[in-house]
């Protein structure tokens, strides 16, 4: 499984930015897979910020909700994060995970995608200046 990130720089606060993130390898949308994007501030730890499932059920931290979506095309097989309006606290270094869900039926609550993820992107980076 490969992941590969591209949409990451610079905008002003109060802006749009939208991230995506191509997949490819054994990567089945039979409801196997929960993908996400998780972000990493300088200094802080990873976060969740939105999960997908294959059936298209989605969730989002509380501090974007409202804000950012996530979408998937598993035609084309690429994630995407649109991030509107955003604030200088979004600032980080934007990561697309994959969790195999290997028998479990929904996506990790939130909390806990992070700790599942299986498979890593290197990451982009956003800098939203105030």
């Known amino acids: 499984v490969h992941l590969a990130e591209s949409g990451g720089g610079s905008v002003p606060s109060g802006g749009s930015l939208k991230l995506s993130c191509a997949y490819s390898g054994y990567m089945s949308n039979d409801n196997e897979w929960c993908m996400g994007w998780v972000r990493q501030a300088p200094g802080g730890e990873r976060e969740g910020v939105a999960i997908?499932?294959?059936?298209?059920?989605?969730d989002y931290a509380d501090s974007v909700k409202g804000l950012f979506t996530i979408t998937q095309d598993n035609t084309r097989k690429t994630l995407n994060l649109e991030m509107n309006n955003v604030k200088p606290e979004d600032t980080a270094m934007y990561y697309c995970?994959?969790?195999?869900?290997?028998?479990?039926?929904?996506?990790?609550?939130?909390?806990?995608?992070?700790?599942?993820?299986?498979?890593w992107g290197s990451g982009t980076p956003v800098t939203v200046s105030s």
């Open positions: 995970a994959a969790d195999y869900l290997q028998g479990r039926y929904a996506c990790a609550p939130m909390r806990s995608f992070v700790s599942e993820v299986d498979y």
């Open positions: 997908i499932s294959d059936s298209g059920i989605a």
